[in-house]
């Protein structure tokens, strides 16, 4: 879970990462109906977090969505991939469908541990929302990326071996059971709670 709490500037509400609980995949594999009957057209934000710095999360209750840099305050514009100068300006932003984040993490507060920043109840499958397809989420619009979102040695830390063949598994795949990345397309306001609309193409 979210390890302890500390002060960042004016701000209480920051955790330092720390380990979430680890499911075994047969019991993963028994959500998956679940979480495939998510909402397609319309769903809502469950979670924000922002990321102030490595290993740390921030849960807001309301954030503000940038076409320069992503959720205000993450830490994205200075996370450079390998072999990149800069920010992967498809990866501006990531999401992931809530009833994956519970599955796997269980309590909402310990979601976090994955490392996203919006947490939504939304069928993100490929087949459902394919690159270029666009959301309105609050008064911002943000557009899928053909990028893969994929796991990693810290997610599997997190969350354990068996949490990562799920998400990598051809099913979490297709579903993006890790999640979504996206870019900014109009900056605006999220809020938790707030509705989320398919934009027709």
Known sequence: ??????????EENVGRVGVGPHVDLTMLMERLEDIRSAPTDGGT????????????????????????????????????????EGPDPEAQLTIMNARVASAIGGDREVWSLAGDQLYVDLDISQRNLPAGARLQIGSALVE????????????????????????????????????????VITSGAVRTGDWIRKIPS
Not at 1 to 10: F, L, N
Not at 53 to 73: N, P, S, T
Request: net charge positive; glycine share 12%.
């Open 1 to 10: 879970m979210i390890a302890g709490r500390v002060v960042a500037g004016e």
């Open 45 to 84: 934000v469950e979670l924000i977090v922002r990321r102030p710095a490595v290993e740390e999360r921030e849960i807001l209750e309301e954030g503000l969505l940038d076409v320069r840099c992503g959720l205000v305050g993450d830490t994205w514009p200075v996370r450079a991939p390998p072999g990149m």
């Open 144 to 183: 899928i990326s053909a990028t893969p979102h994929t796991g990693c040695t810290k997610f599997s830390a997190r969350f354990g071996r068996d949490a990562l063949r799920f998400v990598m598994s051809p099913a979490g795949r297709e579903l993006r059971l890790r999640g979504a990345n996206c870019r």
